[in-house]
């Protein structure tokens, strides 16, 4: 995915929405790679 | 949803299912699910920067709103204008230039400080010198001690914390625990002598200011007034100053939603404001922002009534006003005059003491140079006395020549507030069994509320006409279609004046134009990046 995306036409409750999905999938990840690598 | 939001989440999607199918069965599954699962991480991190990038400038951009120019525009004007007070017709230049304040400050000694002191001396002593008149030491002869400090309070006058200047004031403080008190009466006696120069000078100085705007005094005063309504009127609907309550937490969105302000406006107003023309909105929001104003004086009102009751009392008592200041003057000038007499009687006594022509009084002289202090002492006591009385006639004067049954209740505020030491006194008084209120504070909020240009109710209703305030206050709104009764401003004043004042600010907001998805956005941002 490019970073350069194009954020500016979006209203402000979309981005915030947007910036909440992200965090989320982030968070999803995070635990993901906790979980398989201390798995025996 | 837009493009870019369909397009992050589908890129979310198909990660999400690219690692449902990696195997996870064995540790080297596992290892490389780990290794992709932290590029994605990576990938997803960056992401995010970049909306919170935009985040931050957004919400940069909306914050960095500058304040209406027109703002520090009117605020030069006032501050061309100057001082109003140096105008006020019930004072005379004592009072205008606020030796009444210094004085009233020496007289409390007490309850300041060593360094006040000072600072007030110095002060008057500054005042004079702009006025055209250096005062030296020779001019400090009240009394001998007086003098004494003086001599070294002028060597010592750009360092107050000098340890000499405090030890000369201790020494002289345990012979003659009234210093203070005899330096103050010295400070008036000063000013007495030279009053008719200084009200020359002040009143060359106003009438060049009237001059100088092209002005007579009351187009001046209004002026001054117009102003101050024209910078509220702007301050109120400017967007910096509103959105400024919302990044610091005071006011929140929330409180202004629409249902909410239906429940308010059906609470006040008689009819559907909601379905109202905009025209008429504007009309109804009108009314309440006068509503405001009006619930405004009168909370300041019933504050303070006390001093209107007192100013009352006297006012009762007016025809034994008449000549007492006279009287009163012509006393304490008697009694100076002795006491400037005495003063050089004594410088004489220390000089024939030393002398051998009066070798024969010797004995006689130095008895009479060391009954002096005593004597002197008790004289400035007298004197004193005269001086707090001579301050009540002057107030009791101008009720005489200024209050009567058609006089504003804002025009007898403006009479209190014109003389500090009784309004100060009033208002002590007043307090005397609550240590915690600040008498100065509570004083500057009567100051400031005379001297702000919204005092339409108090400006009309008169003396005769006090009792039944809170009925001309309902029945003037009831006209408008506004829901006040009488009881709710003796009863529910508080909850009164937060339910309109929360309607103006609703209507401050919309009038400015601020966009509510701004402020929402604001609102949800800020804690979000406070926590970075």
């Known amino acids: ?40 | 949803m837009s493009d870019i939001s369909l397009e992050i989440e589908k890129y979310i999607s198909s990660n999400k299912e690219i690692l449902s199918v990696l195997p996870v069965n064995t540790k080297k599954n596992r290892s490389k699910y780990v290794e992709k699962v932290s590029e994605l991480r990576d990938a997803a991190l960056k992401i995010r920067q970049v909306i919170l990038t935009e985040i931050e400038e957004r919400y940069d951009k909306i914050v960095d709103i500058t304040e209406n120019p027109n703002i520090a525009r009117i605020n030069k004007n006032i501050e061309s204008i100057g001082n109003i007070d140096l105008f006020n017709e019930l004072n005379t230049p004592y009072e205008k230039l606020e030796f009444d304040k210094i004085i009233h400050s020496l007289h409390c000694f007490f309850e300041g400080n060593f360094d006040l002191v000072n600072q007030n001396i110095k002060l008057f002593i500054d005042k004079f010198k702009d006025f055209g008149i250096e005062l030296t030491e020779d001019d400090f002869t009240y009394s001998k001690f007086t003098n004494e400090y003086i001599k070294v309070f002028f060597e010592e006058i750009e360092n107050f914390s000098s340890d000499r200047l405090k030890k000369t004031f201790e020494d002289i403080y345990w012979k003659c625990p009234d210093i203070v008190t005899h330096i103050e009466l010295n400070l008036r006696y000063l000013y007495y002598i030279n009053a008719k120069k200084i009200e020359k000078e002040l009143n060359d100085r106003n009438d060049r200011v009237l001059s100088e705007l092209k002005l007579n005094k009351n187009k001046f005063v209004q002026r001054f007034f117009d102003l101050n309504k024209e910078l509220i009127e702007i301050e109120r609907i400017d967007q910096k100053r509103l959105l400024d309550k919302f990044v610091n937490g005071e006011w929140k969105i929330k409180d202004f939603a629409n249902k909410e302000m239906e429940v308010l406006y059906e609470k006040l107003y008689i009819g559907d404001y909601f379905a109202s023309t905009p025209e008429k909105q504007e009309e109804i929001n009108n009314n309440f922002v006068s509503l405001l104003h009006t619930l405004q004086e009168y909370n300041v009102y019933i504050k303070y009534k006390y001093i209107i009751d007192d100013l009352k009392k006297k006012y009762k008592n007016k025809d034994s006003f008449k000549d007492a200041y006279e009287k009163k003057n012509k006393e304490l000038r008697k009694k100076e005059q002795e006491l400037v007499k005495e003063n050089e009687k004594h410088k004489r006594n220390i000089k024939r003491a030393k002398s051998l022509l009066f070798v024969f009084f010797r004995r006689k002289i130095k008895r009479e140079i060391y009954a002096f202090p005593v004597l002197t002492n008790e004289k400035i006591k007298e004197i004193n006395n005269l001086y707090i009385d001579l301050d009540e006639e002057m107030v009791n004067t101008r009720i005489a020549e200024f209050v009567d049954e058609n006089c504003s209740i804002k025009y007898m505020f403006k009479i209190v507030t014109s003389f500090y030491t009784y309004n100060y006194n009033l208002i002590k008084e007043h307090y005397k069994d609550d240590p915690d209120v600040d008498v100065t504070e509570e004083l500057q909020e009567l100051l400031d509320f005379i001297n702000q240009p919204y005092k339409v109710m108090l400006n009309n209703v008169k003396l005769a006409e006090e009792p039944n305030i809170t009925s001309i206050i309902s029945n003037r709104y009831q006209i408008m279609n506004i829901r006040l009764e009488k009881e709710d401003l003796e009863e529910n004043l508080d909850t009164l004046i937060q339910d309109v004042e929360k309607i103006v600010n609703y209507y401050n907001i919309k009038k400015s134009n601020l966009d509510i998805n701004d402020i929402t956005f604001i609102e949800k941002v800020k804690p979000m990046l406070s926590k970075r």
């Open chain 1, 1 to 40: 995915m490019e970073e350069n995306f194009e954020l500016s036409k979006l209203s402000h409750e979309s981005l915030l929405n947007l910036y909440k999905t992200v965090d989320e999938y982030i968070a999803f990840l995070e635990k993901e790679e906790k979980e398989k690598s201390t798995e025996e």
